[in-house]
């Protein structure tokens, strides 16, 4: 008996070994860094209690920053989800050429964020790039448009960006959570009479909902710290207008040597995470226990 | 409506997606085959005046594409053994054992899972150097590893919940014991699983960029997002005509590899989910 | 799936032999330097080096490491606070404030003597002087000249470059009428401010007056007009806030800019892509007064360094020769540093080159401030502010300086 209850123990622990190992003891490195005065090569000097969470709340870029983090990541998550789902549909459903279809809307995934971002930037580069070439000669356009010159381009931009470059993993998600759907209820509901849009509502929503959700907290997760996308775009510019949390946060550390507070700036984010997590996990969970009171 | 006219509509509903998606392969491949004169040449042309494949060799020879390749294939595979080495018993025991902190530990991965890389790395370079695996492969096959790592419990152990115990019960009766049943009947209907578990960790860590950027220092252990990111960094001189032929090389192995997986995937998933 | 497993076994066997492949176990004196990616000749520049002085002394090792520019001053940082500096290292000359603040850089008046000092030409050794020590030694120069379009230029009635910012519109107007750009302005990323020095300095304004921030005054303001004037009146290419210091230069090379400013490693670009484009140097135009911006990057050695010895004996017996530094200075494009270099004929006879050359009285460098990077950030940020019209030239530069003052304090 005594063996069989240290078992799971014994299972989960070099799991969490690994996680110890190599994110929790960065985390306190991190905390530690964001309480002290820390020089650009992290030299650690006095402590400083909340100066540094103090310097990043009276600066005005990083406020900035901030919402518009949460612009960028409301508006690539909400539009990765809407568009992810009729195409995971489609997917699912047998078509002539479906590999085909399945392998292009992949094709993204095969390619490292960072080197889109740098193809992207190429083909949207104004002189000479491939897109306003093309616009040119299919008569869309009558001269150069500088897609990254203003904030009122080049943002939504590398939001469509970010939308196409997460429908990968998302369709995925959402696949495999349609194929683990059982077939015969749907059968049954085409017997019944039911049309191919109440069994969209009725049936296929529900039963992809926790797939969903699951899709939603991993893209928030992932989009929120996003960073090749920005960086390689327009690194923020101009004045600062396009830079997000993690763009900011990479220029205070790397460019102006402010770790410490960087590291105050990575716990804000930490914490801020934290908390959407919590409430998503909560509100997701009265929402099932209502559904059970409700049948 | 007939299959045909279903897929008509179909393909033209995911056409824009599709023209967006092959859009930036046109564009690498079209500027990697231009002679170096022609490159910033306007109005720009989609087809140069020659169609130059030694751009491809010359790009293998001057940028050292062929360790970088190395590099990542070593990597991704280590990173992906290692995490499921570790993720496969934890699931297991997150889908079949009921046991005290079993909540606790859930969130704990929950928590690791909301960290990215680029929010810790100060804190992880420092980790790596003091034990001197600055520069090592390791150091970014264990941070790949442990940042996959709850993401891989999830997945599996969302999978392993599906396959019914009755199976493994039904092996304790013929005689099996513990470990055979485990290995002989739940394993093999895990493996879809684990195939596809092992397929996200393949891609994050072969796409991978801001840890590789500060653990690796030599060119030739450069992970090839991060080779690609070192041409077009030079402040003084970028070849684009190389950047593309790096680009388009990194990301057609990977697609090729995606297009037979796929198939692979979706018999897998099938078999998996046979009640 | 068999295949895969196997495939994954044998590739985590070939990871343990990369392992323990690994170096580490140098017997002798190694000495660690890390080089700027310059273009791809740089790091064969200075294995020619290493293995030069290897030979001569083989109880010593040097491994030399080639990083890009982009990540160089971050590699750097993260090496020293994870106790992994190299032994020497090329940097940006402005970062060594940094450096001797924090005892990072060690002094080397002890490991260079007078006589080498002396081979440097006075004005590229100043920047690297710091409170009268001796930090780094300068390893690469550029002044910046005007690059001009001969036939554009000839096209619209010019047979001379303008060498005033009144002859630039008058010349810019022209090229405009004829559906040209006229001058190409730089508008986003890395030196996007200095883009702009160029005509601060010229209209009679520095970076800093009286210990205070100096891109406010009368001259800076002046300067910011000029700019946005001409953005306003299309004498230059249309939104300047998209194009980067290549992107200006690819403008160049496309045969379809009268005027831009640059540095002499365009010269050599031009030559490989774009050999049909007829173009000449300048001095950068005048406003009250003539003015280049002058930048150096420098060599330096590690307080850290436990091989300071080889470390200094590599600098001035292999990486400071003539015969090296002729090398350098002829495969990578830059302005000689040493002025036996300098008088060699392949530099004194070459008129472009002169073009740079004979700016250098007038260079102006980089102040060594702590902070430089974040201030000139925020130089940059309020000019792209200006060039879009989100702000008066006087307001965007009032908040700037007023931004730069709190950090000097």
Request: with cysteine.
């Given at each position: 008996m005594q063996r069989a209850t240290l078992l799971p123990y014994v299972m989960i622990l070099p799991s969490v070994a690994l996680a110890i190992w190599i994110i929790g003891y960065p985390i306190y490195d991190v905390a530690h860094t964001s309480l002290h005065d820390v020089n650009r090569f992290g030299q650690v000097r006095e402590f400083a209690g909340i100066a540094n969470f103090a310097a990043l709340w009276a600066d005005p870029i990083a406020i900035a920053s901030f919402?518009?983090?949460?612009?960028w990541t409301v508006a690539v998550v909400g539009g990765t989800i809407v568009v992810s789902v009729p195409i995971a549909l489609m997917l699912d459903d047998d078509f002539i050429g479906q590999g085909l279809a399945r392998v292009i809307v992949m094709l993204p995934w095969a390619v490292s964020l960072a080197m889109t971002a740098i193809v992207w930037r190429w083909t949207l580069n104004g002189q000479y790039g491939m897109l306003n070439a093309t616009l040119f000669n299919l008569g869309l356009l009558d001269g150069p448009v500088e897609w990254l010159a203003t904030a009122e381009v080049a943002f939504p931009v590398m939001i469509a960006i970010g939308i196409l470059v997460s429908i990968p993993f998302t369709v995925t998600v959402f696949l495999g959570g349609l194929a683990s759907l059982p077939r015969d209820i749907f059968e049954a509901a085409r017997i019944d009479g039911a049309t191919a849009w109440q069994r969209f509502t009725q049936l296929t929503l529900p039963l992809l909902r926790p797939f969903i959700n699951i899709a939603i907290v991993l893209n928030i997760i992932y989009v929120f710290n996003s960073f090749p996308i920005i960086w390689v775009l327009t690194q923020g510019d101009p004045a600062n207008s396009t830079d997000i949390l993690v763009t900011y946060l990479y220029k205070l550390a790397f460019r102006y040597g402010r770790l410490d507070v960087a590291a105050a700036m990575s716990l804000v984010m930490f914490a801020a995470l934290l908390a959407f997590t919590i409430v998503y996990a909560w509100m997701v969970m009265r929402g099932r226990q209502a559904e059970a009171a409700e049948t | 409506m007939s299959r045909l006219q279903k897929s008509a509509v179909y393909w033209l509903c995911l056409s824009p997606l599709?023209?967006?998606?092959?859009?930036?392969?046109?564009?690498?491949?079209?500027?990697?085959?231009?002679?170096?004169?022609?490159?910033?040449?306007?109005p720009p042309t989609w087809i140069g005046s020659e169609l130059r494949f030694a751009n491809f060799a010359e790009m293998w020879a001057s940028t050292g594409f062929g360790p970088s390749l190395a590099a990542s294939l070593i990597?991704?595979?280590?990173?992906?053994?290692?995490?499921?080495?570790?993720?496969?018993?934890?699931?297991?025991?997150?889908?079949?054992?009921?046991?005290?902190?079993?909540?606790?530990?859930a969130q704990l991965l929950l928590i690791t899972q909301m960290l990215s890389p680029i929010v810790l790395v100060i804190g992880i370079f420092r980790l790596m150097a003091a034990m001197g695996l600055v520069d090592q492969l390791w150091a970014l096959v264990l941070t790949y590893g442990a940042f996959n790592l709850a993401f891989a419990v999830w997945m599996l152990q969302s999978y392993f919940s599906t396959i019914p115990k009755e199976l493994?019960?039904?092996?304790?009766?013929?005689?099996?014991?513990?470990?055979?049943?485990?290995?002989?009947?739940?394993?093999?209907?895990?493996?879809p699983a684990v195939a596809v578990t092992s397929i996200f960790v393949f891609i994050y860590s072969w796409n991978e960029f801001v840890l590789a950027l500060t653990l690796m220092r030599s060119p030739d252990k450069f992970t090839l997002p991060l080779k690609i990111f070192s041409l077009v960094g030079g402040a003084y001189r970028i070849d684009w005509e190389y950047v593309m032929a790096a680009t388009f090389l990194a990301s057609v192995p990977v697609a090729i590899v995606f297009s037979w997986l796929q198939r692979y995937l979706v018999r897998g998933l099938s078999v998996g989910s046979v009640k | 799936m068999k295949n895969l497993s196997r495939s994954l076994m044998a590739a985590t066997a070939a990871m343990a032999l990369v392992a323990s492949a690994a170096p580490g176990s140098a017997s002798a004196a190694e000495v660690r330097v890390v080089v700027a990616h310059y273009s791809d000749a740089t790091q064969e520049i200075f294995r020619g080096m290493a293995a030069d002085f290897m030979e001569a002394n083989p109880e010593i090792t040097v491994v030399i490491e080639n990083v890009s520019w982009d990540n160089l001053q971050q590699r750097l940082t993260t090496d020293i606070a994870g106790g992994t500096a190299p032994d020497i290292a090329i940097i940006g000359t402005r970062w060594l404030v940094d450096y001797v603040a924090n005892d990072i850089a060690e002094p080397l008046d002890a490991c260079v003597t007078d006589e080498v000092k002396g081979r440097f030409i006075e004005t590229f050794l100043a920047p690297s002087v710091i409170d009268g020590v001796t930090y780094g030694l300068p390893v690469a120069a550029s002044a910046r000249a005007m690059y001009y379009n001969i036939d554009l230029l000839a096209e619209v009635g010019y047979e001379e470059p303008p060498t005033t910012w009144d002859e630039v519109i008058e010349v810019a107007t022209a090229l405009k009428e004829a559906g040209h750009y006229g001058f190409g302005l730089q508008g986003k990323e890395i030196e996007t401010d200095a883009y702009w020095y160029y005509a601060l300095w010229s209209h009679g304004g520095d970076l800093f007056e009286d210990g205070a921030s100096g891109i406010a005054s009368e001259a800076a303001i002046e300067a910011a007009s000029l700019y946005k004037a001409m953005i306003d009146e299309g004498l230059t290419q249309p939104d300047p806030t998209g194009f980067n210091r290549q992107d200006v230069e690819a403008l160049l090379k496309q045969g379809r800019v009268g005027m831009i400013l640059s540095g002499p490693w365009l010269r050599g670009q031009?030559?490989?892509?774009a050999p049909d484009v007829n173009y000449g140097i300048a001095a950068i135009p005048m406003g009250t007064e003539q003015a280049t911006y002058g930048v150096t990057d420098s060599i330096m050695m590690f307080a850290s360094s436990g091989v300071k010895e080889e470390a200094c004996r590599f600098l001035t017996e292999a990486a400071f020769t003539d015969e090296w530094r002729r090398e350098f200075t002829v495969r990578e494009g830059f302005l000689p540093v040493?002025?036996?270099?300098?008088?060699?004929?392949?530099?004194?006879?070459?008129?472009?080159?002169?073009?740079?050359?004979?700016?250098?009285?007038?260079?102006?460098?980089?102040?060594l401030v702590p902070d430089w990077e974040l201030m000139a950030d925020t130089t940059s940020a309020a000019l792209q502010n200006i060039y879009l019209g989100n702000a008066e030239p006087a307001a965007a530069l009032e908040e700037a300086a007023a931004r730069i003052d709190s950090l000097l304090q």
């Open positions: 919402w518009r983090t949460l612009i | 599709a023209v967006v998606i092959l859009l930036p392969y046109a564009v690498m491949l079209s500027t990697a085959l231009k002679p170096r004169a022609e490159v910033l040449s306007f990597v991704s595979a280590a990173a992906t053994v290692v995490c499921l080495l570790v993720a496969i018993p934890a699931a297991y025991a997150l889908a079949r054992l009921r046991f005290r902190g079993r909540t606790l530990y493994e019960e039904a092996a304790w009766i013929d005689g099996a014991t513990g470990l055979q049943s485990l290995t002989l009947v739940f394993l093999p209907m895990a493996l | 031009m030559a490989e892509e040493f002025k036996s270099v300098a008088e060699d004929p392949a530099f004194a006879d070459d008129p472009q080159l002169r073009a740079f050359t004979e700016m250098l009285p007038y260079a102006r460098f980089a102040p």
